[in-house]
């Protein structure tokens, strides 16, 4: 079982930066891959970043390449999305979730955190 903690999120006006962190316990996460995911009131959650076990591999969201960077540190067990040139639309809620085969789908995830409210002020 892997637990999965949130931290970092807040009220960033436009333009600013924020940097999230999910934290695992209960199992080392170097075997699975992790992602970030992310869902606005009224929307359905929708796919941010994903990194591989090794880090090796990347890939976003078309909405966030480019401004994001997602990375992890297996040492720490610890995942980060640093989150650069922030736009309103970037508000909401943010989720981490990892998983033995990950890709673009949430259901590919079998473990997920609570969640940390971003909220980007114009």
């Known amino acids: 079982q892997v637990q999965l903690v949130e931290s970092g999120g807040g009220l960033v006006q436009a333009g600013g930066s924020l940097r999230l962190s999910c934290a695992a316990s209960g199992r080392a996460l170097i075997g699975y891959g992790m992602g970030w995911f992310r869902q606005a009131p009224g929307n359905e959650r929708e796919f941010v970043a994903l990194?591989?076990?090794?880090?090796?591999?990347?890939n976003y969201a078309d909405s966030v390449k480019g401004r994001f960077t997602i990375s992890r540190d297996n040492a720490k067990n610890t995942m980060y999305l640093q989150m650069n040139s922030l736009k309103p639309e970037d508000t909401a809620v943010y989720y981490c979730?990892?998983?033995?085969?990950?890709?673009?789908?949430?259901?590919?995830?079998?473990?997920w955190g609570q969640g940390t409210q971003v909220t980007v002020s114009s």
């Open positions: 990194i591989s076990g090794s880090g090796a591999y990347t």
């Open positions: 979730a990892a998983g033995r085969s990950i890709g673009t789908a949430a259901r590919r995830y079998d473990y």
